[in-house]
């Protein structure tokens, strides 16, 4: 049987013909013995046709298509005009060895041309990379080096492109950031109250927020100065008149050390750092809440922003989280528990990180599995429905949510919920009833501009008619005076003359 060799490169397609390979080619070593030497290899591969690209924008589109397992219509037109046709009914005579086994598998379903991809093949074909320049007239090998490194950025620049309106790996690394910040402002407020507790111990039992104690610890500075002065100032950072009272009283009967101007200022410094700190943390959640709105607006509308962040992180992306089935949803961020359950032929976990949904904690303990399970269904269908949805749309989140909470109800009060496809019905013409809402806001607008144009133009045909009523008058006026004009013309005739008695 012959064998042809399929080779994609960054200039284009090429078609070799091995000749022999069955006897030369009995294992694997034989062909590598023959592939470093030319005179040997250029005895069993012949060059048959070769494809160049039109443009770098085709090469790269080829090379997409290939990475991807697909063939296209210019390798399909390649491989049908230079090889044998296929008939059908007969076996064929020949096969085609590729690299990648699925544009192989693509191209035997759609021409009916057996391909092959093994260990021979891709002898072969190594072969055919290293002496390519020989087999091609007037190919330079910097020309073959310029091409593959033009081609392998501009494929690299593709595949690295994204939507901007649909960047999960933002809400990715906010979220990881968020926590953080969690993580430190916790530490640095523990680090705050006990640095400043050894002025000032009796703050800690009257302020238990660490931001307001961040904030109190740099106002108040060294307790001596503290007086009833300062109680508004105070009432206005922690929001209450008699807690200030509570800390103005505490300062004049407080047990702590006295300490040093400059170790005030390093612990007020450091305050300051925790404020700035829970600022910024404040704006970061805020950027969370609008991206997640952006980029999954049903999947937090359903199980909240912070949740649902953390999936698509732990997922790795929204299309990934798209991909999971409602089960490993479910157990999503439990694996070590999981694996462990596995491991010891335990129980495996019911929930991971859905478990900080506030459905699962208004549960029963004895329902939380059940919730867990229902919730995660949701979610599935959420995170489907934002990945593949060209509309940015509420209206299936609400809904959902709306289905978990009437099943909280039937495993409290026994209340019946619907069905899912009348959620979904529901869902549909909600959707519809608000696009009509907002073409009927459209359209008043542009019936007012229509109805103002009209007017003005009733407004401006009006006052059409009246000048040209004007300019009629004036015209016949203008003609009853020359109709009057011949009679004087005709009288001064007559009289042979004007005063002076010269004839007309």
Same mark, same amino acid.
């Given at each position: 049987?012959?064998?042809?060799?399929?080779?994609?490169?960054?200039?284009?397609?090429?078609?070799?013909?091995?000749?022999?390979?069955?006897?030369?080619?009995q294992?694997?070593?034989?062909?590598?013995?023959?592939?470093?030497?030319?005179n040997?290899?250029?005895?069993?591969v012949k060059?048959?046709?070769?494809?160049?690209?039109?443009?770098?924008?085709?090469?790269l589109?080829?090379?997409?298509?290939v990475?991807?397992?697909?063939?296209?219509?210019?390798?399909?037109?390649?491989?049908?005009?230079?090889?044998?046709?296929?008939?059908?009914?007969?076996?064929?005579k020949?096969?085609?060895?590729?690299?990648?086994?699925?544009?192989?598998?693509?191209?035997?379903?759609?021409?009916?041309?057996?391909?092959?991809?093994?260990?021979?093949?891709l002898?072969?074909?190594?072969?055919?990379?290293?002496?390519?320049?020989?087999f091609?007239?007037?190919?330079?090998?910097?020309?073959?080096e310029?091409?593959?490194?033009?081609?392998?950025?501009?494929?690299?620049?593709a595949?690295?492109?994204?939507?901007?309106?649909?960047?999960d790996?933002?809400?990715?690394?906010?979220?990881?950031?968020?926590?953080t910040?969690d993580?430190?402002?916790?530490?640095?407020?523990?680090r705050?109250?006990?640095?400043?507790?050894?002025?000032?111990?009796?703050?800690?039992?009257?302020?238990?927020?660490?931001?307001?104690?961040?904030?109190?610890?740099k106002?108040?500075d060294?307790?001596?100065?503290?007086?009833?002065?300062?109680? !508004?100032?105070?009432?206005?950072?922690?929001?209450?008149?008699?807690?200030?009272?509570?800390?103005?009283?505490a300062?004049?009967a407080?047990m702590?050390?006295?300490?040093?101007?400059i170790?005030?200022?390093?612990?007020?410094?450091?305050?300051?750092s925790?404020?700035?700190?829970?600022?910024?943390?404040?704006?970061?959640?805020?950027?969370l809440?609008?991206k997640?709105n952006?980029?999954?607006?049903?999947?937090?509308?359903?199980?909240?922003?912070?949740?649902?962040?953390?999936?698509?992180?732990?997922?790795?992306s929204?299309?990934?989280?798209a991909?999971?089935?409602?089960?490993?949803?479910?157990?999503?961020?439990?694996?070590?528990?999981?694996?462990?359950?596995?491991?010891?032929?335990?129980?495996?976990?019911k929930?991971?990180?859905?478990?900080?949904?506030?459905?699962?904690?208004?549960?029963?303990?004895?329902?939380?599995?059940?919730?867990?399970?229902?919730?995660?269904?949701?979610?599935?269908?959420?995170s489907?429905?934002?990945?593949?949805?060209?509309?940015?749309?509420t209206?299936?989140?609400?809904?959902?949510?709306e289905?978990?909470e009437?099943? &909280?109800?039937?495993y409290?009060?026994?209340?019946? !919920?619907?069905?899912? &496809?009348?959620?979904?019905?529901?869902?549909?013409?909600?959707?519809?009833?608000?696009?009509?809402n907002?073409?009927?806001e459209?359209? !008043?607008?542009?019936?007012?501009?229509k109805?103002?144009?009209?007017?003005?133009a009733?407004?401006?045909?009006?006052?059409d008619?009246?000048?040209?009523?004007?300019?009629?008058?004036?015209?016949?006026?203008r003609?009853?005076?020359?109709?009057?004009q011949?009679?004087?013309?005709?009288?001064?005739?007559?009289?042979?003359?004007?005063q002076?008695?010269?004839p007309?």
């Amino acid at each position: 049987m012959a064998l042809y060799l399929l080779f994609e490169s960054a200039f284009g397609y090429a078609l070799f013909h091995a000749y022999g390979v069955d006897e030369i080619a009995q294992d694997t070593q034989a062909v590598r013995d023959s592939v470093v030497d030319f005179n040997r290899f250029c005895q069993v591969v012949k060059l048959t046709a070769f494809s160049p690209s039109s443009s770098a924008i085709d090469a790269l589109n080829q090379c997409i298509a290939v990475s991807e397992g697909i063939m296209t219509d210019e390798l399909r037109n390649f491989l049908e005009l230079n090889l044998p046709k296929v008939k059908e009914g007969k076996k064929t005579k020949f096969s085609v060895g590729v690299s990648e086994p699925k544009v192989g598998s693509q191209i035997s379903e759609v021409t009916k041309i057996p391909c092959q991809s093994n260990e021979v093949v891709l002898e072969l074909l190594r072969g055919v990379r290293l002496h390519i320049v020989k087999f091609i007239k007037d190919l330079m090998p910097t020309d073959l080096e310029k091409a593959q490194l033009g081609l392998g950025h501009s494929y690299s620049r593709a595949k690295v492109k994204f939507n901007v309106n649909q960047v999960d790996n933002m809400v990715i690394h906010a979220i990881s950031l968020l926590d953080t910040i969690d993580k430190d402002i916790n530490s640095f407020s523990m680090r705050v109250r006990e640095w400043y507790g050894y002025h000032f111990p009796e703050l800690v039992k009257i302020v238990k927020d660490n931001y307001l104690y961040a904030k109190i610890a740099k106002f108040v500075d060294n307790k001596s100065d503290l007086s009833e002065t300062h109680i !508004p100032a105070l009432a206005d950072i922690v929001g209450d008149e008699d807690k200030a009272k509570d800390i103005v009283e505490a300062a004049k009967a407080s047990m702590g050390q006295d300490i040093s101007p400059i170790d005030l200022i390093n612990v007020q410094q450091f305050a300051q750092s925790v404020i700035d700190l829970s600022v910024y943390r404040k704006k970061l959640y805020d950027y969370l809440v609008t991206k997640m709105n952006h980029i999954a607006p049903n999947l937090a509308s359903l199980i909240g922003e912070v949740v649902g962040a953390r999936l698509i992180s732990h997922a790795g992306s929204l299309s990934n989280l798209a991909k999971c089935p409602a089960s490993t949803l479910q157990i999503l961020g439990a694996e070590k528990a999981l694996f462990r359950a596995l491991k010891t032929r335990g129980n495996t976990p019911k929930y991971g990180l859905i478990f900080h949904s506030s459905f699962i904690g208004r549960a029963s303990s004895r329902n939380k599995g059940r919730i867990a399970r229902y919730l995660a269904n949701k979610c599935s269908i959420a995170s489907r429905i934002d990945c593949f949805s060209e509309t940015n749309t509420t209206v299936f989140g609400e809904k959902l949510r709306e289905q978990v909470e009437e099943r &909280l109800d039937f495993y409290d009060k026994g209340v019946a !919920p619907r069905k899912n &496809l009348d959620v979904i019905k529901a869902a549909l013409e909600s959707m519809t009833q608000e696009d009509g809402n907002k073409k009927k806001e459209e359209t !008043p607008v542009k019936e007012s501009k229509k109805k103002k144009s009209k007017g003005e133009a009733d407004d401006g045909e009006v006052m059409d008619v009246d000048i040209s009523a004007d300019l009629g008058t004036q015209k016949r006026k203008r003609k009853r005076s020359k109709l009057e004009q011949p009679d004087e013309d005709m009288i001064e005739a007559a009289n042979g003359g004007d005063q002076n008695g010269t004839p007309k």
